[in-house]
């Protein structure tokens, strides 16, 4: 095994995007949905357009483009080779930081907050604000490797992430996490690593006592409704990755269409939206994510980490005092009230509800985030 740290460079063939336009002319549609909203899932005309657009209109080379004006790397962890981007403050004092993406989101959710996290004096923040940032792509996700054999859980995962941290030459820093992020961030919080110093989650998953449903408050019994709704009727993809993420990536992997829609159908469930996705994230981002699935052909290794992890993520509770911040946005999958939290995080030095804002934080509400963060970690600077 090699602990070489080496230059990554972004570079899809043209060969795959002419690939990519030839699929989606020979998609072959089902009919129509019986209904008319999203009840039955992605409306087979909202598919077409966005289809119709990836394959006339969308631009991958300018996602590209961003992602290879920041530097980028490969590292080999525990016989894993992982992709991540590492850009580092001007500001020589800066806090490090690890932030990790989820399902169905990429290292594309955090473009947005990576210029003013790094370099604050320019983005309306002060100096003493700014972070040095690592970004790696979960192993199977993007241009990480996939697994060829079983084992790589959200704890191993966790495990992987401080000894890239150390690998940087950062004895010190803290972790920020959402969706699959949160749960390994919160893995690595209960490591308890010498060098992680406190983690910041924007879906904390907490599962409230018995006694807690019974004295729940408004809010809360909205929280709990919100709940019961995704295990009614907005689970099915988690149950079919937990289970059988191979069956499901053959469909995925052959079909454009079926991939887009596959994530498509997420960013209209889980953003802060009046109705369509691209109210909440214009529909190049959309895409720019979901070519980013297609192009790296990730959709099986994707969903195996729902088999390694998704029935055991909140096993166990959450045994370590180090100081945690939550934030909560309104139209996240899963909202703890602040007295569930504290009876999970009993290191819990950061709290706050904010007004706008989805599952894909940083992507739907990048100042907001930012702003999050910043105020987060100040008290550890």
């Known amino acids: 095994m090699t602990t070489d740290i080496r230059p990554f460079k972004v570079d899809i063939p043209e060969v795959a995007l002419e690939d990519l336009k030839h699929r989606l002319t020979m998609t072959r549609w089902p009919e129509s949905e019986t209904v008319s909203d999203w ?11 966005l289809c119709e ?8 080379r300018r996602c590209e483009t961003m992602l290879n004006r920041h530097p980028q790397f490969t590292t080999e962890i525990d ?21 990790t993406h989820g399902w169905p989101g ?7 907050v990576i210029a003013p996290l790094t370099n604050p004096t320019e ?32 704890q191993r995962t966790a495990q992987a992430w401080d000894t890239l941290m ?7 820093y803290v972790a920020q996490g959402g969706d699959w992020g949160s749960i390994v961030t919160r893995a690595l919080g209960e490591l308890n690593p010498p060098g992680c110093k406190a983690i910041h989650l924007n879906m904390a998953l907490t599962v409230p006592t018995e006694k807690q449903v019974s004295e729940a408050t408004e809010w809360e019994q909205r929280s709990l409704a919100s709940m019961q709704f995704y295990m009614d009727w907005d689970s099915g993809y988690s149950k079919l990755q937990s289970t059988r993420p191979q069956t499901l990536g053959y469909g995925l992997a052959d079909s454009p269409a079926g991939q887009a829609a596959w994530i498509y159908e997420k960013f209209y469930a889980w953003t802060d939206n009046q109705g369509n996705p691209e109210d909440a ?11 980013l699935y297609w192009f790296t052909n990730s959709a099986a290794s994707s969903a195996r980490l729902y088999w390694e992890s998704f029935n055991t993520a909140l096993s ?9 911040g939550i934030s909560i946005f309104p139209d996240e999958i899963f909202r703890a009230s602040k007295r569930w939290a504290e009876s999970v995080f009993p290191g819990l030095m950061y709290w706050n509800e904010l007004d706008r804002g989805g599952h894909f934080a940083a992507f739907e509400q990048p100042e907001l985030f930012v702003n999050e963060l910043r105020s987060c970690f100040a008290s550890l600077r």
């Open 39 to 49: 009840t039955q899932g992605a409306p087979l005309a909202k598919v077409q357009a």
């Open 53 to 60: 657009y990836w394959q006339h209109h969308h631009d991958w």
């Open 79 to 99: 016989g894993l080779a992982f992709y991540f981007l590492h850009i580092r403050s001007p500001h020589q004092d800066a806090m490090p930081m690890i932030m």
């Open 106 to 112: 990429s290292v594309l959710e955090f473009m947005e």
């Open 123 to 154: 983005h309306g923040g002060r100096a003493e604000d700014a972070f040095h940032l690592v970004i790696p792509a979960l192993p199977g996700y993007g241009f990480s490797g996939k697994p060829t054999a079983t084992g790589w859980s959200v």
């Open 166 to 172: 150390t690998r940087l030459g950062y004895d010190s």
């Open 281 to 291: 994230l214009s529909i190049d981002h959309i895409l720019d994510n979901i070519s």
């Open 316 to 324: 166990g509770g959450f045994n370590s005092d180090i100081p945690v």
